[in-house]
């Protein structure tokens, strides 16, 4: 990315469609605009032009967003035209001609980030909601978006701020006559509050890291239990082979499905049982390791065949009597059959309850790896503050260093080593 160029691109997805969004940003915005569209509408107004200046290249609404009131910061504009592959084109070539060039992936959102519109905790809630396929991960991603986590990072940090404070003043002005000898009676207690609202905080990540990358659930037994069969009638698609043979499934099969809004990885896993097969045997200790990664564990058993031995694991289990259209049992939490169809329903609300349970009732702002990190550098940090409130230097030190982590959080320090990361991971366009 070059500072002070102006860049372009397509927002609107793959063509042909209804309609095209062209987005520009930069210094040459208003030249190029000028050029295309003719004299500039009102701020953030939609005005109906012809596109081109020589030559018609199409028609459609356009607006002009100045700095600093734009998504970037710079000034910015944007081209609503027809979805037309050839006149998106000519469009593109026109801009270009102007000393415009194609924007790389997650270019307007870093411009954002770096003139002060969004902070880094914004940006991974962009795009987290970017990416989010169902509705507690929308609620999640835009809660995070909203500025609601960087409004408590702050919070916590001018909390940080006033403690620090009353030790330097005492450190740097203590011949002073407004400065006591002693740190407030409620300075202990304050420090405790900070100290139990960021563990609080930090022991939300896991609703928050289920909701953004869903809830998975191992369906485990013995060979030829109805682990596929139950995948295929849950997703209600064939995405699994289902035989008769003994030891098919091989690998681990991910199938995501949305329960009630909330996203549930299916695995797809070997039978449990002795085997010769190498293969096999690689194939039954992946479906053990992810047993003991889930979330939940579906541990299914038939009529026809042998009982495996079930697994220690911290997953909730759900025990699951397959093929009730041969034989009714009890002992089991469900019956089902998937060729009838009798019991998924109850399956799948067993599911969208414990969903409920682990994902929690309000959307998490802490889910990423980057907010675990940081609140367990803070705590830590305030740790070593209490431990060391005898010596006033080593304490304000440790305040400092939580204060940092916080703002590390939020990108104020050392945001270049994630930025390239992160933004590679945005759509071109955004």
Partial sequence: MLAGDTIMALSSGALPSGVAVIRLSGPRVREAFLSLAG????????????????????????????????????????????????????????????????????EFTRRAFENGKLDLIA????????????????????????????????????????????????????DEGDVTEELPATF??????????????????????????????????APNAGKSSLINALSKSDVAIVSDEAGTTRDVREVPLDIGGQLF?????????????????????????????????????????????????????????????????????????????AGLSDLIARLRDIGENLSGGEPSLISHERDRLGLEQAIQAVGEAQHYLSNWELAAEALRQASQALERMIGRVDAEQVLDRLFASFCIGK
Wanted: hydrophobic share 40%; glycine share 10%; aromatic share 4%.
């Fill in 39 to 106: 004299t500039l509408p009102q701020p953030r107004t939609m005005a109906l032009r012809r596109i081109g200046a020589d030559t018609k290249l199409d028609q459609g609404l356009v607006a002009w967003f100045p700095a600093p009131n734009s998504f970037t910061g710079e000034d910015c504009a944007e081209f609503h035209v027809h979805g037309s592959p050839a006149g998106v084109k000519a469009i593109l070539r026109s801009l270009s001609s102007l000393g415009i060039r194609l924007a790389g992936p997650g």
């Fill in 123 to 174: 940006v991974e809630g962009l795009g987290d909601l970017l990416s989010a396929e169902t509705e507690k991960q929308r609620q999640q991603a835009l809660a995070r978006y909203d500025g609601r986590l960087s409004e408590q990072v702050e919070t916590w940090r001018n909390g940080l701020l006033d403690l620090r404070a009353e030790i330097e003043a005492r450190l740097d002005f203590s």
């Fill in 188 to 221: 202990a207690t304050d420090l405790d509050e900070l100290k139990l609202a960021l563990q609080d905080a930090l022991a939300s990540i896991t609703s928050g890291r289920i909701v953004r990358e869903g809830i998975r659930v191992a369906l485990a037994g």
């Fill in 265 to 341: 990885i299916l695995l797809d896993l070997a039978g449990l049982r002795e085997t010769g097969s190498r293969a096999e045997a690689e194939g039954i200790r992946r479906a053990e390791l992810a047993i003991r990664d889930a979330d939940i564990l579906l541990w299914l058993e038939a009529p026809d065949t042998e009982i495996a031995q079930q697994p220690h694991t911290a997953a909730t289990v759900i025990t699951v009597a397959t093929k009730g259209d041969l034989e009714s049992r009890d002992g089991h939490d469900v019956l089902i059959s998937t060729t009838t169809g």
